[in-house]
């Protein structure tokens, strides 16, 4: 059912990267969740685009959202009191497991790990963050991150020496993990899968997607040799198993 | 409640076939809706195709899921006892690589479900779909052949894709089918500008195709056989025009991908106008008599 | 600057036929643009549909001008003069009621615009239009009989409605055509659903059919002759799209009501693209050499 | 071209009637002019919206706008601040006589008429105003209206006997104007031209327009016998030539 709710908070953290915050009280997302968001109540853009949970406490919701086309585009001009229309969550949630574990963002990946990082604060599991961006800028809720993670890493492509987040995995001693999670763009993922981690590593996957709820069969993945709905199946996989190329 | 075919509807207002997989996951709206057309069977399971499978145009978007599903034998093993709880009309979209498929799909399906759906109109595979219903005489022949395997009612899906679907419905009533379905998706294509290549070749559905489709329903009007509508069918007023154009019943599809509840808004909106002008090609061929052969 | 049919263009923007009159009002657009397709122009003078003519539906519209034209005596007389000014190519779009219609425009016009482009594929019309179009052989014969009339480029204007553009392209090829332009509009209809009837019934044009036009254009690519492709261009993006899919050049319609600058627009972001894969086809069957026949 | 402008004040008139003001300093629009607003920047709705020019001075135009659809439903979504693409102006202008004349509203009909009232005033001419809508807070500007007409009729279908328009004419010595101009519905219009007034009524047109520019031919009316261009032959035409019925 799609949700009518206002916004309650607008934010910009960059100059392309803004938050809304919205108060969805009768929900409980876990980390991984996503709400398909309406762009537009005429037909163009037609379809929903979907925004991880980045927050939620005592019912309030933040999704925090980079522009990268037109849905977005139109997405970031909306204010503070205007109408939002949301349906969701959807995808299976994360369940938190008590491991020692290892949070690996690229650009606007950071937005479900910032729900998950969470959530794991709130049960005390122990966690350390590596977050990658572009430029110094673009590195989003840094405070926030060093004051829940045991230890958090930020690189940026720009002025570190051009130090990517995968660069940054060899500073450290990734056995160390029982658990890593990552999500990022496609070509991370791929990169991170190469590097063959001897620790399970679990994918959030980013993609374009039609219904968002399981219906249309739209997201596929290749997942341990069958398709696999993004969107109902996960969007978190193990990334082992997951063949980019299919 | 209405009845098409010898049977009773809960209301004109049913779900297109590939956009709601088996009805199993918004159960409270498959039970409110008049019909679900199920996601195309095969004979054999078929994978689907390679992503990107949707890609959102100007007010549409275009598909090339490529028939993902199970196949016959484990729909109708695992997939079928469940939707046979539903408290709706079932029709099982029925999906072709070669013309004897649709006979032996329906043949093992057989009075398990309330009618069938020959998709002779998909332009996302390879082998069969569209180029089936683009040939009056491959048409004629899915028809008739699956015709001698069921007394259910034998829905036909047609493509407005280069070829007229008023020549092909002609035909298709003549090999027996009991009522018509249109429109299956347009052809359509977007570049890949970066790598200069097509990023998605598939089929074109949504308000962007609306006009169109109405047009096709209107032309098919008064064949004597009943007339699912659709194509970008959004609210209660699309709906309305196109039982007004010539349709018994319309079906909802990629309205569902914006909204999975769609189809109860688009009932409850419908409510507002008055009963379309009735035809008596409601009924089609099947006389009120025949109407307890099915269940 | 580029070269098709063997006469050069300023750019390969063109504006398709029917939205920009003969290009009298904005001749800033007019004289930066490759090329100029009027109006559709035939023998007698016609009034044109009754309204409502134009009808706005998602991400386009449906149109119902029913070619509303001075015929081509007066076009002849009062038009072209102006037109000849303008500092871009001429392509009269040519409309008949019958076969011979065509050729006898063609003949009175002459030599005097940069070509012709037979419309075959109007919606809108009670006599020929798409009905030729959609006829193999009637659609080779008004090509054929053009064709002894003149030694101008003649590009054949293609309808994808309820028939194949790749059968009629090639029986048009065949019979004489330099080349090929498409999409015309698609069937599309609205219904009045207070007054129960159809409220306009047209030609679909604008960014809700353009991935159905890029299919169209793709599907004709490679048979020899360049094709002009339309349907939905808003952007240089766009126009970039129909390039890789094989135009050789674009036609700008229904941006056009948006915004009579949208060409210059376009042409603007097109140059930010690499020149597409040029295709050996560009130059179609008119060689180098008779270019001077040309102006 | 299209120009992009800020809106420089919204206002609310009734609760379906509002005006937005632009400022557009090189223009000189006269009465029946009028622009084409884009509504949306996504290609639904496609076309853009005529609306005449209902007051301009000293570079500020004034534009009212009922809400009737959707593309009026959104462009009352706008506020000031926020940016607005026009087009325009567009319409053969009306050359204002030196006529005592009769201005005929009906409803919205009354935007286009408030701006040749404007241009009369300025040029010291003398007119009377009637005007007439459902019910009384539909009508618009009405202490404007008295100030600038010689005399103000303001008649409602719901609040005085339902009288309209047209029946507020009977109340007129109509023979005493040298000239009229209405604007208002089509049924409003095809009535009048029933009374067949014994002098000149020049009719405003407001009908769904394609271009808006003279180009696509899909705005046709039947004037003395042949289809004109309501955007670019009118959209002011001698009531007497109009058939309606064609
Ligand atoms: C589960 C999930 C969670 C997400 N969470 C977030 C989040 O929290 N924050 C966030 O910012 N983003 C998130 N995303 C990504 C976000 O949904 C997209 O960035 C957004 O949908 C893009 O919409 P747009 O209209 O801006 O871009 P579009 O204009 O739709 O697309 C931009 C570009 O991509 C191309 N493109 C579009 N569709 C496809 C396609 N199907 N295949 C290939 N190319 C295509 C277009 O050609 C265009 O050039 C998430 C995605 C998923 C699946
Ligand atoms: C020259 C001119 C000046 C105008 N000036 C003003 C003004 O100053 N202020 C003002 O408020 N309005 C003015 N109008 C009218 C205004 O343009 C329309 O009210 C507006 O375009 C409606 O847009 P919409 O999106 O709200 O309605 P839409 O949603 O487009 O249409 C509303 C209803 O009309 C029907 N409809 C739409 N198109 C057509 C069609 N082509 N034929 C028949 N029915 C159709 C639809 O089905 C719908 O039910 C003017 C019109 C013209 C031509
Ligand atoms: C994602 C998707 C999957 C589809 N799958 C099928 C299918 O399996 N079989 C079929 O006959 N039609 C299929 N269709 C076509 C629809 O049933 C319908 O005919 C078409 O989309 C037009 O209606 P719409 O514009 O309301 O979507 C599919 C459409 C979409 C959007
Ligand atoms: C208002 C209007 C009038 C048109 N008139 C003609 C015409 O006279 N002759 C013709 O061949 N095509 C005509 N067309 C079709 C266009 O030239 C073009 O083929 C079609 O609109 C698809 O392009 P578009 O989507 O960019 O508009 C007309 C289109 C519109 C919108
Ligand atoms: S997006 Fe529809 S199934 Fe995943
Ligand atoms: S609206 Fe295009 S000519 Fe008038």
């Known amino acids: 059912m799609v949700r009518r709710v206002t916004i309650k908070k607008k ?18 997302p876990q980390p991984g969740q996503f709400f398909q968001v309406r762009v537009s109540t005429t037909y163009d853009p037609f379809l929903n685009r979907p925004i991880s949970v980045a927050s939620y406490k005592g019912g309030t919701m933040l999704m925090i959202i980079r522009v990268l086309g ?70 989003i809720k840094k405070s926030h991150i060093l ?53 399970p590593v679990y994918a959030f996957c980013e993609d374009f997607l039609g219904c968002g709820c399981g219906l249309c069969l739209g997201c596929a993945i290749m997942y341990k040799g069958e398709y696999k709905r993004i969107c109902e199946d996960g969007p978190v996989f193990e990334l082992k198993g997951i063949s980019f190329d299919e | 409640m209405m009845k098409l075919f010898g049977i009773t509807f809960k209301n004109r207002v049913f779900i297109a076939s590939g956009v709601f997989g088996f009805g199993l996951k918004y159960k409270k709206v498959s039970n409110r809706v008049g019909a679900i057309f199920t996601k195309g069977i095969t004979l054999e399971p078929r994978k689907g195709n390679a992503p990107p499978r949707v890609f959102e145009t100007a007010s549409g978007l275009i598909n090339w899921v490529g028939l993902e599903n199970p196949g016959v034998e484990k729909f109708c093993k695992d997939i079928l006892p469940k939707m046979k709880k539903l408290r709706t009309r079932i029709f099982v979209n029925v999906a072709g690589s070669e013309v004897i498929d649709y006979e032996r799909i329906v043949e093992r399906i057989g009075g398990q479900v309330d009618g069938f759906e020959l998709n002779i109109s ?13 040939d009056p005489k491959i048409a004629a022949s899915v028809v008739a052949r699956a015709r001698t395997k069921t007394k259910l009612p034998l829905i036909v899906k047609l493509t407005p894709n280069f070829c007229d679907p008023l020549r092909i419905a002609k035909v298709c009533i003549g090999a027996g089918a009991d009522g018509i379905s249109l429109i299956n998706t347009l052809y359509g294509m977007v570049y890949d500008i970066e790598r200069k ?15 169109f489709a109405l047009y096709c329903v209107n032309r098919l009007r008064g064949l004597g056989v009943p007339i699912i509508g659709m194509g970008g069918i959004m609210t209660g007023q699309d709906a309305y025009e196109f039982l007004l154009a010539g ?13 999975p509840y769609a189809p109860l808004q688009i009932i409850k909106e419908l409510k507002k106008y008055p009963p379309p002008p009735s035809s008596p090609s409601e009924r089609g061929r099947i006389k009120e008599g025949e109407k307890k052969e099915y269940k």
Chains 1, 4 share one sequence.
């Open chain 1, 70 to 139: 037109r849905g977005t585009k139109i997405l970031s001009q909306k204010e503070a009191g205007e109408d939002l229309r949301v349906l969701g969550p959807f995808g299976k949630g994360l369940r938190v497991k008590k491991k020692k574990s290892l949070l690996i963002a690229g650009g606007i990946g950071v937005a479900p790990l910032l729900f998950l990082a969470q959530k794991m604060h709130g049960k005390r599991i122990e966690f350390d963050f590596v977050y990658g961006a572009k430029r110094e800028k673009d590195l």
């Open chain 2, 122 to 134: 998909c332009p996302n595979v390879k082998k069969g779909g569209v180029a089936f219903g683009q």
């Open chain 2, 197 to 211: 290549k097509p990023l998605i070749t598939g089929g074109l559905s949504g308000p962007a195709i609306k006009p």
């Open chain 1, 11 to 28: 934010e910009w953290f960059t100059d392309d990267i803004f938050g809304l915050e919205i108060y969805l009280p009768d929900i409980d």
């Open chain 1, 147 to 199: 004051q829940i993670a045991k230890h958090a890493i930020f690189v940026t492509e720009q002025d570190r020496g051009k130090m990517t987040v995968l660069g940054a995995l060899d500073m450290l001693d990734v056995e160390s993990y029982d658990i890593a999670y990552a999500c990022g763009p496609k070509t991370m993922l791929i990169e991170l899968q190469k590097l063959n981690l001897p620790i």
């Open chain 2, 247 to 259: 349709a018994s019943a319309v079906a909802i599809g990629s309205a569902i991908l914006r909204d």
